[in-house]
């Protein structure tokens, strides 16, 4: 009857997880029962995988050892820290900040691990042993993952391995000898989850309604480009200082929602050049929210985005991004070869001008061609390295570019650069770069 208190307390401290959650106590089951030897949690990130493994664990008084993978770049550093975990060893002063046991190897690993439970006082229960970000697993040597999901198995104690990862769990499989874990999927929240949740912060003084109302406009606005709920709640706690604005000034009160809405609505799509960017702190989005105000036809860095900071070499990949997006392929010849030849007379003036491509917007190049402009536009000898083009895939993470086509054409894969001229140039100026002179519209 206590461990079904403790459930229903979890279940109403952390919304719209109710399935998830008795779907984990009851493979957990008692302390002395055997679980199953590998489980494998999967989701997006803030969909509340670690909260709810942690939550459950501790509630439950269950012995645990959660290890977060960033922190454990080799396999020693892995097993050290899973023995420091489950021992309960803490390194302070009195041991020279050393660790349980050095380990360098499995074998040595399933040995000192026994010792660990044996000294924990736990070998009548089951031992979870939780590895956040197990992505990171992939990159360590070949046999340790199959002998994490065989630990069970192979170091003959009651212990369950649970991997949490935003990956699907074929990502993992290499080769024979898998031992299949149990997976369980944490899927997005929908937006009568996120609302829920988010209504969860209402501060003090005012009403759940106000806030939930506040949420509701909130979403309608951010929720086609961002789903994420840490994002949200960052947005939520950024702009609700200015949402309240008015009834600070005793100019509104809590009840004129529309007047609230219009007054809000502007410095929301603001914010919305800014989604997943991070560009600035809160303290600088309340400054350039008070330019903004006493100056309301200047436009800000914060909604041009000309303050984005990138790496060198991605500063000119952009640009040679929007020179292939702006410039006819026939061009290129002209702008990036130093042996060109003459330009014909009837190419310099002609009547029937095309329309400019700033007009027309941007067009699609292949990545052959970007990086033949790259390499003609950067100063010194730059190599074909991964992290070239390692670089490509930031800035269409970041969507300053933008793939087109299928993404199985992996042998020629077509790109559109989707920034705009006054970007470009204020990128072009850090890098001493005149890109006018480079563009076809400007050269005619």
Known sequence: MEQVGVVANLMDEIPSRKKQIQILVDLFGQKNHYTCPALYIFGHSAT???????????????????????????????????????????????????????????????????????????????????????????????????????????????????????????????????????????????????????????????????????????????????????EIRHLAFLNFPKYIEPINKGLLTQDNAHKLWRNIEPHLKKAMHTVYLRELSSSQWERYQQEDCEQPGVLTCLSSRSKVELPFYSKYLLIAAYMASYNPAKTDRRFFSKHHGKIKKSSKANPKKDTSSQLLGPKAFALDRLMAIFYSIVDGKVSATANVFSQISSLVTLSLLCQVGHDDQLDSPRYKCTVSLDFIQSIARTVNFDIIRYLYDFVQ
């Open 48 to 230: 509340g995988k670690s909260l709810i493994i942690n939550s459950i664990l501790t509630k439950l008084e269950l012995p645990h050892a959660i290890v977060n993978c960033v922190e454990c770049h080799t396999q020693r550093l892995l097993y050290e820290q899973i023995l420091n975990k489950v021992a309960g060893y803490q390194a302070d002063p009195s041991n020279n900040y050393g660790c349980y046991a050095r380990c360098d190897n499995a074998n040595d690993f399933m040995r000192l691990l026994k010792s660990a439970i044996a000294e924990r006082g736990a070998q009548e229960e089951t031992v979870y042993i939780v590895l956040d970000k197990a992505e990171r697993l992939r990159d360590m040597q070949a046999n340790l993952l199959p002998g994490l999901l065989r630990l069970s198995e192979l170091s003959h104690c009651n212990v369950c391995v649970i991997l949490i990862s935003q990956l699907v769990w074929a990502k993992f499989r290499t080769g024979t000898g898998f031992a299949e874990p149990i997976i369980l999927h944490f899927p997005d929240y929908s937006k009568a989850e996120l609302l829920d949740i988010i209504s969860h912060d209402c501060p003090p003084g005012y009403s759940a309604d106000f806030y939930s109302s506040y949420a509701n406009l909130l979403m309608s606005v951010f929720y086609i480009a961002c789903r994420d709920l840490n």
